[in-house]
């Protein structure tokens, strides 16, 4: 009798998920140089693909959120505190680092990219009420529009008073986290295609050839983004769990930045971290609340952008700045990456903000947003590739520095 072959889902099961995007990646860059049009045709893959995980995050963050919640039993610790802490430190710190590298490496701007058509914050209050608002926002519509820190406050909120249902109700919501989680399973498995597509619809239609008058730029930003996920991140690990944090660290940028380089956006790679957090071992009921809130507000990558781009803008004008000046754009770019969007591209809406605290007019501004948009190409790749595989580091070391992970976590 003959064994019957894998099905395909099961072979893709024995080839781990950073292998696949490998070869999607390759195969994508191959088709794009090979064949342009044939590349622009198959983009519809990354689309679908990246809708799919946009689709499925909000409903998967409400669900888990509101589930474990509801079935916490009293005595169990949850460490949102700490995470909170590392979440604040590593923002502040990344905004930190972008002044340092500003200041011995400050870029120059032309100043004539077409200004776009965009509604920025005109304050600090104004991003804080924002997130105020977005918290009291109608349930239905948060969900619709993945507006996730509405999403976390109704969670929240619907779980604490699941927390007094019977016990029936409280098992319907832990089933109904589950079949969303298959769902989700069964959408990270077409990561291969989705990024396959991704990369060749970009190369075909875009390039790399706008990169290359703004390398400087570039080198700057990236440069920036990896100190912070190879040092400064690995520092903070470390006071955590005082042991060597770059096994947690690098697997963290393998599986979770990887995949959010290609997705662009934090919160289409909420259900990533979700998988790995539960292949790690990590707490759930502190993880299924972290990693949405971390999506949210720990924006390192954005903290980088806006304060790069905006001494950018400083040092083209030729304005000169102090200590204090340069210590406070690092607080408020910290604190306006908190209310950068979780989509593509959110932080450089937050860029005018910082440039109004030089005197930097707005129509200044808006023509270093656009900047921002014509490198977008890399710039925002590696920006939500740092801010989503920072989410599971700091909710990884958390975890683990309060002994809740089975073995330390590699």
């Not at 109704?154 to 029936?168: I, K, P, Y």
């Not at 590696?382 to 309060?402: G, H, R």
């Amino acid at each position: 009798m003959t064994t019957p072959r894998p099905s395909l889902f099961r072979m893709l099961d024995r080839v781990s998920l950073v292998v696949q995007i490998a070869i999607g990646l390759v195969a994508g860059i191959a088709l794009a140089l090979i064949a342009p049009g044939a590349a622009s045709t198959v983009s519809f893959l990354g689309d679908l693909f990246i809708s799919a995980l946009k689709a499925v995050a909000p409903v998967l963050v409400l669900i888990l959120v509101m589930a474990s919640i509801a079935n916490h039993q009293q005595g169990q610790q949850t460490h949102i505190r700490p995470i909170l802490l590392l979440y604040i430190l590593g923002t502040f710190s990344a905004a930190v680092v972008a002044v340092i590298a500003s200041t011995l490496f400050p870029s120059s701007l032309v100043l004539t990219a077409e200004v776009t058509e965009l509604s920025p914050p005109e304050g600090i209050t104004e991003v804080l009420s924002g997130v105020v608002l977005s918290a009291v926002d109608n349930p239905v519509s948060a969900v619709l529009d993945a507006n996730f820190i509405g999403i976390l406050a109704w969670a929240s909120g619907l779980g604490l008073a699941f927390r007094q249902a019977s016990e029936g109700s409280k098992r319907m919501l832990a089933d109904l986290s589950d079949a969303v989680t298959s769902i989700v399973k069964r959408v990270i498995r077409c990561a291969s295609l989705g990024i396959f597509g991704l990369v060749a619809g970009t190369l075909a239609t875009s390039g790399f050839d706008a990169l290359a008058d703004y390398a400087h730029l570039l080198c700057v930003l990236l440069g920036c983004m990896l100190f912070v996920a190879l040092v400064m991140n690995p520092l903070l690990v470390w006071w955590k769990i005082r042991r060597n944090p770059y096994p947690l660290v690098l697997t963290c940028l393998r599986e979770s930045g990887v995949t959010a380089f290609f997705t662009r956006s934090s919160a289409a790679n909420i259900p990533v971290n979700l998988q790995l957090c539960k292949r790690l071992g990590l707490h759930e009921e502190t993880y299924s609340v972290a990693i949405p809130l971390g999506a949210t507000i720990n924006m390192a990558g954005a903290a980088v952008t806006v304060t790069v781009l905006t001494l950018a803008a400083v040092h083209t004008l030729g304005i000169q700045i102090d200590i204090a000046s340069a210590i406070l754009l690092s607080v408020i770019a910290a604190v306006c990456a908190c209310g950068a969007s979780g989509v593509a591209g959110g932080s450089l809406l937050l860029i005018p903000l910082a440039c109004a605290m030089f005197g930097i007019p707005n129509e200044v501004a808006m023509q270093v947003v656009g900047i921002g948009f014509i490198i977008g190409i890399l710039q925002d790749s590696a920006e939500t590739a740092l801010n989503s595989s920072t989410d599971i580091i700091f909710v990884a070391a958390a975890c683990e520095a309060k002994g809740d992970v089975p073995e330390p976590v590699v």
